[in-house]
């Protein structure tokens, strides 16, 4: 197939799956390599780009989605009468970005860096999706641990989490430590992150 072919079916396939599909999977269903792929989907993320297209080809970390353009949002949520969702509260977004920086981290972590309680705002995170259980810690109580997903590089429009800004003071070495400059001390069970 060439890069045209190859771009029209990788295009039925994400309009198909309605959410994010890993390169592989893609890779695998065409019988080509990544390399092929991903430049026959930058081909049609371009064109879509280019030509003003009311749909968009999104790329976040290794994955792509078809989704709606930006520009007509409005159009499209008085055609589907979508009401906007809630905006996240302060207290949302202060333990999204703790889980961001610190992830996976425990609530009980997170709760430590902000000083309050957090369990109503990570039920709340996990019901919208940008956040979810990735394992537990190996200590006593076995405390469960949690990571962003998907969804939370979609809301913020980010392709992977190396485009998080910065924390002011934080950085050691390259790597993001709280105030104290030490590692938080998570060991996790058979290794997962």
């Not at 879509?48 to 353009?69: K, N, P, T, V």
């Not at 109503?120 to 919208?128: H, I, M, P, W």
């Not at 002011?168 to 105030?179: D, L, N, R, V």
């Amino acid at each position: 197939m060439d890069t045209k072919e190859l771009a029209a079916a990788a295009e039925g396939i994400l309009f198909a799956a309605g959410e994010p599909v890993h390169i592989d999977r893609i890779c695998m269903a065409l019988e080509t390599s990544r390399d092929e792929t991903e430049r026959a989907l930058q081909s049609l993320g371009d064109y879509y780009a280019f030509e003003r297209r009311g749909i968009r080809l999104l790329h976040m970390e290794d994955s792509w989605q078809l989704c709606s353009a930006p520009d007509y949002a409005a159009a499209i949520r008085r055609a589907f009468e979508v009401r906007r969702p809630a905006k996240l509260s302060q207290p949302a977004l202060e333990v999204l970005a703790a889980i961001a920086y610190y992830q996976p981290t425990t609530r009980a972590y997170v709760d430590q860096i902000r000083g309050v309680d957090s369990a109503y705002t990570v039920g709340l995170l996990l019901e919208r999706k940008l956040i979810e259980e990735c394992g537990r810690l190996q200590v006593p109580g076995r405390p469960r641990l949690y990571r962003t997903t998907q969804a939370f590089l979609r809301a913020f429009h980010m392709e992977s989490l190396d485009e998080l800004p910065p924390l002011p003071g934080f950085e050691t070495e390259g790597q993001m430590y709280p105030a104290g400059g030490e590692e938080p001390a998570m060991p996790l069970e058979g290794g997962q992150a």
